[in-house]
Nanobody, 126 residues
């Protein structure tokens, strides 16, 4: 079983930055593709970004491209989400996800990821 624990959420103003972290345990971290998803009130969960095992390949939703950066430190079993130029529409619960396989690669589909964290709230005020 894999445990994922997110941290770093909070209340910020538009234009500010935040860095989310997700620490994994229970399985070799470097064997897993990692992703970040988010869910705003009244909306479905949506893909934000994902990264492959080595960190050399990433994928972003169009809505965050150029503002958000995903990275990972396999020595620390941690994946990060650096969020810059935050907007009110970025307000959501952000979830870390783990799993995937080389057949699907860096995927935006949530069904690819077998393990999920509990989420961390990000609120951006205007």
């Amino acid at each position: 079983q894999v445990q994922l624990v997110e941290s770093g959420g909070g209340l910020v103003q538009a234009g500010d930055s935040l860095r989310l972290s997700c620490i994994a345990s229970g399985r070799t971290f470097s064997s897993m593709y990692m992703g970040w998803f988010r869910q705003a009130p009244g909306k479905e969960r949506e893909f934000v970004t994902a990264i492959n095992r080595s960190g050399g390949t990433t994928r972003y939703a169009d809505s965050v491209k150029g503002r958000f950066t995903i990275s990972r430190d396999n020595a620390k079993n941690t994946v990060y989400l650096q969020m810059n130029e935050l907007k009110p529409e970025d307000t959501a619960v952000y979830y870390c996800a783990a799993g995937g396989n080389s057949a699907v690669g860096v995927s935006p589909r949530d069904g690819v990821y077998a393990y999920w964290g509990q989420g961390t709230q990000v609120t951006v005020s205007s």
